[in-house]
Nanobody, 122 residues
């Protein structure tokens, strides 16, 4: 069992930045591949970014490529999402998730956090 707790969300103006954190507890954090997803009102949950267990591989949705950066610190059991040049369309609840495989599919993620709201004003 892994417990995930996101933090760092908030209200920011377009063009601004936020850094989300996801703290993990429970089983060995470094065993898991980590991902970030988001869900806007009335929309399905969508993939944002993922990272391999040793940070060697990252992958981003086209909509955030070049603006968002995923990273992890296994010593701190934490994964981060640095979000720059934020746009109103980035407004959503952001979730971190843990998986046993390197994937973009939400169904393949075993553990989920409760989410943190990000609101970008125009």
């Amino acid at each position: 069992q892994v417990q995930l707790v996101e933090s760092g969300g908030g209200l920011v103006q377009a063009g601004g930045s936020l850094r989300l954190s996801c703290a993990a507890s429970g089983r060995t954090f470094s065993n898991y591949y980590m991902g970030w997803f988001r869900q806007a009102p009335g929309k399905e949950r969508e993939f944002v970014a993922r990272i391999s267990w040793n940070s060697g591989t990252t992958y981003y949705a086209d909509s955030v490529k070049g603006r968002f950066t995923i990273s992890r610190d296994n010593a701190k059991n934490t994964v981060y999402l640095q979000m720059n040049s934020l746009k109103p369309e980035d407004t959503a609840v952001y979730y971190c998730a843990a998986a046993f495989v390197l994937t973009m599919q939400p169904d393949e993620y075993r553990y989920w956090g409760q989410g943190t709201q990000v609101t970008v004003s125009s």
